[in-house]
């Protein structure tokens, strides 16, 4: 069997990386990167750690409107696809490759399968809720992480080729858990105690693109006398020099360059909270059992809500600080994206359906 696997988005790197490796013990995988993150602190650095094989090919699209990055993927994709001929389109989450990769297979009449369907926010404002509905409604196997995705297919109609198979980004935590704790000495190089610490991150254009959201952000979090580290995406960057931010930054907020996927792990492992606006945050939080603290409106991760171990402050001063002194999670964590192996029940689906 043939598998095109599409991936170009931080997140789809470290889903990809144990699915690839189970995927590449039976069967021929052919990796597309669309380049949609380029930098290569978002890219090189996952494939070098995670041991993702070397990219077929990488379009290289590189940053730009949606419709024109969407439009650029699809065309490039579509070429792939009727060279390669694969008996699957194998594509992860909600980005723009995501919805490039599945529009070309489906109009091709090549197989979809959707890793991490059946995502909603409700939200039609996100640029990815837009492409996780539309994706699942063209895709031909849809692997939910949880329950309630499958609920949510099922409310709007699609019911054929549904599995819960629970969520590879734990399949990727578990395996790498302990490789991060040997390797990474992220903690000493930044002179942290464990547990003593928050980390942060913001990417999100409804936070980042807003002036009055990013500044509440980043006043919250320097009216806290506790250490936050916080790994600058680019784009926060450049808004937050755009803004005149940059330089409010208080003594107590700790900048730091991206970190690859291991430094992350461990950095995440070991804080005593994490403020975030990330989907894949969001669930890593809940995995590794640290209170998450998240800097939106609504998350398509209502489990972690419901199970007392996320928090829905969106960009609101009062609302971050106060989270941030008094919000302890909840006792108890259930499996709610699986045990782990959700890469091998895709694999023997993926087998049956060929």
């Known amino acids: 069997m043939k598998i095109l ?115 909603r926010s409700f939200d039609q404002s996100m640029p990815e809720e837009i492409n996780r509905v539309l994706t699942d409604h063209v895709s031909n196997l849809l692997f939910c992480p949880t329950e309630t995705a499958v609920l949510n297919l099922k409310n709007e109609g699609i019911t054929s080729g549904v599995y819960s198979v629970g969520d590879v980004m734990l399949d990727a935590l578990e395996y790498n858990i302990n490789i991060a704790e040997e390797k990474s000495a992220i903690l000493e190089n930044l002179g942290l105690t464990s547990k003593e610490y928050l980390v942060a991150t913001v990417h999100r254009a409804s936070n980042t693109d807003s002036f009055k959201n990013l500044s509440f952000i980043i006043n919250a979090f320097c009216d806290v006398d506790i250490p936050i580290v916080f790994p600058v995406h680019p784009r926060t960057e450049k808004y937050l020099k755009q803004y005149g931010l940059w330089n409010k930054l208080c003594e107590n907020v700790k900048v730091i360059p991206p970190l690859g996927y291991l430094e992350m792990l461990k950095l995440m492992t070991h804080s005593r909270k994490i403020l975030t606006d990330s989907g894949g945050v969001q669930k890593e939080a809940y995995m590794l059992g640290v209170p998450c603290i998240t800097m939106r409106d609504n998350t398509e991760w209502v489990e972690t809500v419901k199970d007392g171990w996320n928090v829905l402050v969106r960009a609101d001063y009062e609302k971050i600080k106060n989270a941030i002194l008094t919000f302890e999670g909840a006792e108890i964590k259930n499996d709610i994206f699986g045990t782990g192996n959700a890469c091998e029940d895709i694999c023997d689906i993926l087998n049956e359906h060929f």
């Open 5 to 119: 696997s599409v991936i170009g988005a931080r997140p789809q790197f470290i889903k990809c990386a144990p699915l690839s490796r189970a995927i590449r013990k039976e069967h021929t995988e052919i990796l597309v990167h669309t380049g949609q993150h380029y930098d290569p602190k978002m890219s090189d650095i996952f494939f070098k750690e995670l041991q993702i094989p070397e990219p077929d090919y990488n379009l290289g699209v590189g940053s730009s409107s949606h419709g024109e990055q969407t439009g650029k993927m699809l065309i490039e994709i579509e070429k792939i696809l009727l060279k390669e001929k694969p008996d699957f389109v194998l594509i992860y989450g909600d980005t723009n490759s995501t919805l490039a990769g599945a529009l070309a297979a489906s109009k091709l009449h090549i197989k979809v399968a959707h890793v991490e369907a059946g995502l």
